[in-house]
C-alpha cells in the first residue's frame, strides 16, 4: 500500500494545488466510508498490531498510541472510513460556535524538501451546530475527540466574555458527540486570537464557563508553546 501511495497516488495529487489535493482526499474519503464493504475492506487491512501498545487515558482506552490529529477532516465529514485506517484515535475540527470561511487562499503550503506542510488555513469550519447534526447518532470504532476554537472572525474580537461564550456554545453542541474535547488555545492561522490565554486567569474562566454548561467528558488543552 505503501508503494502504491509513492509511484501512484502521491504523484497525482502533487499535481494539484495543496488544499485541492486535501479537498480531493477529504471527498473521497468520506464517499468510500458510506459503503460498508469498503470500511470492511479497511479494517482487514490495518487489523492487528500489538495489544502492548493499548494506552488507559482520562478514562478513555486506545488501542494504540497514534491518533489522527485535527485538521485533516475538519468537519466531521469522513470519519467512518478514518477509524478503519488503524488509529488509535480520531480528532476532528478545530469547530467554532459559528461558521468561518478562514484565511483567504492561498493557505495550505508544501515543502516536498522536509516531507512537511505549512498550514495557513484559519480554521475553517462550517460551525457548531451543523457538525453537531452531522455527528449525530454516530458511532465509531475508536474514541473521538472534538477539537474546538473560538470563531475566526474580524467582526467578533478576542475579548471578555465573548471567547468564554464561544467555546461554551460549542462544547454543549457537540460534548455529547465526543469522547473528549480538545480546546485549541494558541491557533496560529487566527492572528487576533492567538495571544488571548497568555494570561492566565483566562483559562480558569474559560473552564468555569464550561463547567456552567455543564461539561461531562475529558477536556484537553492545547496551548503554545511558551
Known amino acids: 500500500m505503501s508503494a502504491l501511495y509513492e509511484t501512484a497516488v502521491r504523484p497525482l495529487l502533487f499535481r494539484l494545488e495543496p488544499e485541492r489535493a486535501h479537498e480531493l482526499a477529504l471527498r473521497t474519503s468520506a464517499l468510500a466510508g458510506r459503503a460498508a464493504p469498503v470500511r470492511g475492506l479497511a479494517r482487514r487491512a490495518f487489523a492487528g498490531g500489538d495489544a502492548g501498545l493499548a494506552v488507559e487515558l482520562g478514562g478513555l482506552s486506545f488501542r494504540n498510541p497514534l491518533g489522527l490529529a485535527a485538521g485533516f477532516d475538519k468537519n466531521g465529514r469522513a470519519l467512518p472510513l478514518l477509524a478503519e485506517l488503524g488509529f488509535g484515535h480520531l480528532e476532528m475540527g478545530s469547530v467554532s460556535a459559528h461558521p468561518s470561511d478562514g484565511n483567504p487562499r492561498p493557505r495550505l503550503f508544501r515543502l516536498p524538501e522536509d516531507d512537511a506542510i505549512v498550514v495557513s488555513y484559519g480554521v475553517p469550519n462550517d460551525g457548531a451546530e451543523a457538525v453537531a447534526a452531522r455527528l449525530d447518532g454516530s458511532r465509531l470504532p475508536v ?58 486567569p483566562r483559562v480558569e474562566r474559560l473552564l468555569a464557563a464550561l463547567e456552567r454548561a455543564g461539561a461531562e467528558v475529558p477536556v484537553i488543552l492545547k496551548l503554545k508553546p511558551t
Not at 475527540?145 to 475579548?159: E, I
Not at 461554551?168 to 487566527?190: E, K, T
Open 143 to 200: 474514541p473521538l475527540g472534538v477539537n474546538l476554537v473560538k470563531t475566526n472572525d474580524p467582526r467578533l474580537p478576542a475579548a471578555e466574555p465573548g471567547v468564554y461564550e464561544d467555546y461554551a456554545r460549542s462544547f454543549a453542541l457537540l460534548q455529547d458527540r465526543a469522547d473528549y474535547v480538545a480546546l485549541n488555545m494558541s491557533c496560529p492561522n487566527s492572528p487576533g486570537d492567538r495571544d488571548f490565554f497568555d494570561e492566565l
